[in-house]
């Protein structure tokens, strides 16, 4: 189906709605749907793959945790319900055979959040926040599921994982000894492997899979909710904010730990292509968001220097 003329038919079909939306209106839920399908680069539409949950997760994901001083929820609120009459429309063409975003948790993005979302969480802020996980893990030790959100939240921020990889790990995906999560399903396909960071995250996480054997038969998915199935995307954003507001004090979307991820490679000496490898990014540009972080280590060496020839350091 061509892009320009499915776009038309919407248009059509909204100033024909019983709705009586006003032109003003029509033309924002136009414009949405517009900006969504240039960004996917397609002149001719599959709609069931552009259109697809993950696809549009990631994207209201990107939404909250990109360009974070103009963050608006009341933006995002609009775009949710362009995308929801676009996709009525779809399925009314038939290209869709429903219309998920009815049924779609929209608090996990926009709802129960009084603060606006960081992009990356401050070095030392996430460095007490994984202090007090690693405590509370006696505290909750037999308590599944409260292990289950701290181990969560401990591998997004190690790993850097997005959501859609993250509930994707199996538990044979998982290599002690060579201290690797493998066979990852990256966005566009790829796979990779990341390392498991032997500090912080080793020792809680093959805690956690023999507890996770222990209580539920022949486990497939690493991470499984309370029917013992493999946790939603959803189901990852709710522990997520859960935890970042009680820990923190203020939501954090999982997106932000993977700012966060990268932000701390390169503040450690990461170049951009090794960053790009970690992430899974297709292209560098999708790295290079993260330069910032190159001038601020600049900065600090410039000042350490100084410091050092005038013997305070």
Avoid: C
């Avoid at 599959?46 to 009341?74: C, H």
């Avoid at 492997?193 to 690493?222: A, G, M, R």
């Avoid at 820990?247 to 292509?273: E, M």
């Amino acid at each position: 189906m061509d892009v320009e003329k499915l776009l038309i038919d919407f248009k059509n079909n909204l100033q024909f709605s019983p709705n009586n939306y006003s032109k003003n209106t029509i033309a924002s839920y136009v414009k949405d749907i517009e900006i969504y399908i240039e960004k996917n680069q397609t002149k001719s539409l599959n709609a069931k793959k552009i259109f697809s949950e993950g696809n549009l997760t990631r994207y209201f994901e990107n939404l909250l945790t990109s360009n974070v001083e103009n963050y608006q929820k009341s933006s995002v609120k609009r775009k949710i319900s362009s995308f929801s009459k676009f996709i009525d429309f779809l399925v009314d063409e038939k290209f869709i055979n429903s219309n998920y975003l009815k049924t779609y948790d929209k608090k996990m993005l926009i709802g129960s959040m009084n603060l606006k979302p960081t992009r990356y969480v401050d070095q030392k802020k996430l460095y007490l926040l994984i202090i007090k996980l690693n405590n509370d893990l006696d505290k909750f030790a037999n308590d599944f599921f409260n292990i289950r959100d701290i181990i969560i939240v401990l591998t997004l921020i190690f790993t850097g994982l997005r959501v859609s990889e993250l509930v994707n790990i199996k538990a044979y995906n998982i290599d002690f000894t060579k201290n690797e999560i493998f066979n990852i399903i990256r966005k566009g396909g790829s796979v990779s492997s990341v390392p498991i960071d032997e500090n912080y995250l080793k020792k809680p996480l093959q805690n956690y899979l023999l507890f996770l054997k222990d209580t539920h038969s022949n486990p497939n998915w690493v991470f499984i909710n309370r029917k013992g199935k493999q946790l939603s995307r959803q189901g990852v954003y709710k522990i997520v904010i859960k935890i970042s507001q009680k820990y923190l004090g203020y939501p954090v979307h999982p997106h932000s730990f993977r700012h966060s991820f990268a932000t701390s490679l390169i503040t450690n000496g990461a170049t951009t292509t090794q960053v790009q490898k970690m992430l899974g990014h297709k292209n560098i540009v999708s790295s290079e968001i993260y330069e910032h972080v190159n001038k601020i280590k600049k900065k600090y060496n410039l000042i350490k220097e100084l410091h050092s020839k005038n013997g305070t350091d």
